[in-house]
């Protein structure tokens, strides 16, 4: 079979194959200026995790580097239309494949976009307390507040509630006490109002409250709550827990252990 060249317009094809490579270069002129610049506004916004600025670039390059090599398909004749069906089942069927992992990568960039918390953030994420050590595109990493490593997937993470304990200005804090049936409770109310007020880190708006909150079994329940700033949160509750027992003892009022009266009957 002799194929006679003579009739192929090279020129044609000359014109078009040095029109697809111009398409190329520029295309991926334009791609690399554009993810810069995507990398630039983003590291300025300081909105933006840092995690997240290598993906924003990468993105926009590969975007429009798809875009310049579709152009310059079509410039050489070749039909992109079964490319982008080809394009589209492959996705299809890679999402569907890796449906878990796309829903942790997709909650991932939603947390580092939203950013309901930062490193270093103490926070309680459903049942799950502790300081954050790291949030990449899977997993968020925590060290609980007794020191234990835990990992949490991202999708998880995204539909859980989520409380960010340092960003809080302020907290509220219970302390409860029970005090004898027998004893004083104006006596106690008194007493426990009298630490409230001289502790200089408990708040004076909002305004504390002492009352009396149940009576037990075995005891008559004193409810105090007061606010402080959030970093006073836990010093203030342990040496208030303390004063309040020590302040009890010295006015005489004792707090019981809980006990229950047996009464036994003669089948006689």
Same mark, same amino acid.
Request: aromatic share 6%; proline share 3%; charged share 20%.
């Given at each position: 079979?002799?194929?006679?060249?003579?009739?192929?317009?090279?020129?044609?094809?000359?014109?078009?194959?040095?029109s697809?490579?111009?398409?190329?270069?520029?295309?991926?002129? @334009?791609?690399?200026?554009?993810?810069?610049?995507?990398?630039?506004?983003?590291?300025?916004?300081?909105? @933006?995790?840092?995690?997240?600025?290598?993906?924003?670039s990468?993105?926009?390059?590969?975007?429009?580097?798809? #875009?310049?090599?579709?152009?310059?398909?079509?410039?050489?004749?070749?039909?992109?239309?079964?490319?982008?069906?080809?394009?589209?089942?492959?996705?299809?069927?890679?999402?569907?494949?890796?449906?878990?992992?796309?829903?942790?990568?997709?909650?991932?960039?939603?947390?580092?976009?939203?950013?309901?918390?930062?490193?270093?953030?103490?926070?309680?994420?459903?049942?799950?307390?502790?300081?954050?050590?790291?949030?990449?595109?899977?997993?968020?990493?925590?060290?609980?507040?007794?020191?234990?490593? @835990? #990992?949490?997937?991202?999708?998880? #993470?995204?539909?859980?509630?989520?409380?960010?304990?340092?960003?809080?200005?302020?907290?509220?804090?219970?302390?409860? #006490?029970?005090i004898?049936?027998? +004893?004083?409770?104006?006596?106690? /109310?008194?007493?426990?109002?009298?630490?409230?007020?001289?502790?200089?880190?408990?708040?004076?708006?909002?305004?504390?409250?002492?009352?009396?909150?149940?009576?037990g079994d075995?005891?008559?329940?004193?409810l105090?709550?007061y606010?402080? /700033?959030?970093?006073?949160?836990?010093?203030?509750?342990?040496?208030?827990?303390?004063?309040?027992?020590e302040?009890? +003892?010295?006015?005489? @009022?004792?707090?019981?252990?809980?006990q229950? +009266?047996?009464?036994?009957?003669?089948?006689?």
């Amino acid at each position: 079979m002799n194929l006679d060249f003579s009739k192929l317009d090279w020129e044609q094809y000359a014109v078009a194959g040095g029109s697809a490579l111009a398409i190329l270069v520029i295309g991926w002129m @334009i791609a690399a200026w554009a993810g810069n610049l995507v990398r630039r506004m983003t590291q300025r916004s300081g909105r @933006i995790s840092p995690t997240l600025i290598p993906l924003f670039s990468k993105l926009t390059r590969l975007t429009l580097l798809m #875009v310049a090599a579709l152009a310059a398909f079509e410039k050489i004749g070749v039909e992109t239309g079964g490319l982008f069906a080809m394009i589209g089942a492959a996705g299809l069927a890679i999402a569907l494949a890796l449906k878990d992992t796309v829903a942790d990568v997709a909650a991932g960039v939603a947390l580092l976009i939203l950013r309901p918390f930062d490193v270093g953030d103490a926070v309680m994420i459903g049942d799950t307390g502790g300081s954050v050590t790291a949030i990449d595109m899977f997993q968020t990493k925590l060290t609980s507040f007794e020191g234990v490593p @835990i #990992v949490l997937n991202n999708s998880a #993470v995204r539909t859980a509630v989520i409380q960010n304990f340092t960003r809080a200005q302020t907290r509220r804090a219970d302390i409860e #006490v029970g005090i004898s049936y027998g +004893d004083d409770v104006g006596k106690a /109310l008194a007493a426990i109002a009298a630490l409230l007020d001289a502790e200089p880190r408990v708040l004076k708006d909002p305004a504390k409250l002492v009352k009396v909150n149940a009576l037990g079994d075995s005891a008559v329940v004193i409810l105090a709550r007061y606010h402080t /700033l959030a970093a006073d949160f836990l010093d203030t509750k342990l040496d208030l827990t303390r004063a309040i027992k020590e302040r009890m +003892d010295r006015e005489g @009022i004792s707090i019981p252990f809980p006990q229950r +009266d047996l009464r036994i009957v003669s089948a006689a």
